[in-house]
T-cell receptor, first 109, second 115 residues
Framework: DAKTTQPNSMESNEEEPVHLPCNHS???????IHWYRQLPSQGPEYVIH???SNVNNRMASLAIAEDRKSSTLILHRATLRDAAVYYCILIYNFNKFYFGSGTKLNVKP | EAGVAQSPRYKIIEKRQSVAFWCNPISGHATLYWYQQILGQGPKLLIQFQNNGVVDDSQLPKDRFSAERLKGVDSTLKIQPAKLEDSAVYLC?????????????FGPGTRLTVL
């Protein structure tokens, strides 16, 4: 069963970088790694995704380990609006999804 | 571009009653998902449609939950009869087809309270 493991919570200071880790040791070669975040009382919001190579977009960077058994979401400068629950999700068997419990990120001013 | 629409936003019912939720995905998105999110947990996929066909409903409690997507656009999720443990937020999401290559777009959800 494809699963992800994330820390329950993390804390960061505003304006500092944040590294959110995710372990997915059962990943196979065709499984995509997606990251979403969920603000209070809202639906999840897409952040970034990748397959093998590191990815960058306007919101964040995704660093994928060489063996693909782990990945790290990097927020380069945390703001108070980045406080949310961050989910690392495996898209496995081409169309099946696994959401873990996520990491609750607290950003301190 | 309009996002995923869901209604109602909130619903309170008593146990053993029936309830239905509606979802309108983003135009052109062939894939539609229904998730159940219990307080403090991550979303759990209930059912996935590709156009109007079911791709995965392995976690849908079929004795009480049903879903349909007529004409491959709008979708409804029904619970009949509701139980206390069905209290949750029900999220609808849509995406273009692409086997994990594309992001999912989520609606705001429907918060169901079963008394």
């Amino acid at each position: 069963d494809a699963k992800t493991t994330q820390p329950n919570s993390m804390e960061s200071n505003e304006e500092e970088p944040v590294h959110l880790p995710c372990n997915h040791s059962t990943i196979s070669g065709t499984d995509y790694i997606h990251w979403y975040r969920q603000l209070p009382s809202q639906g999840p919001e897409y952040v970034i995704h990748g397959l093998t190579s590191n990815v960058n977009n306007r919101m964040a960077s995704l660093a994928i380990a060489e063996d693909r058994k782990s990945s790290t979401l990097i927020l380069h400068r945390a703001t108070l609006r980045d406080a949310a629950v961050y989910y690392c999700i495996l898209i496995y068997n081409f169309n099946k999804f696994y959401f873990g419990s996520g990491t609750k990120l607290n950003v301190k001013p | 571009e309009a996002g995923v629409a869901q209604s109602p936003r909130y619903k309170i019912i008593e146990k053993r009653q029936s309830v239905a939720f509606w979802c309108n995905p983003i135009s052109g998105h062939a894939t539609l998902y229904w998730y159940q999110q219990i307080l403090g947990q991550g979303p759990k996929l209930l059912i996935q449609f590709q156009n109007n066909g079911v791709v995965d409903d392995s976690q849908l409690p079929k004795d009480r939950f049903s879903a349909e997507r007529l004409k491959g656009v709008d979708s409804t999720l029904k619970i009949q009869p509701a139980k206390l443990e069905d209290s949750a937020v029900y999220l609808c999401a849509s995406s273009p087809p692409g086997q994990g290559r594309h992001e999912q777009f989520f609606g705001p959800g429907t918060r169901l309270t079963v008394l």
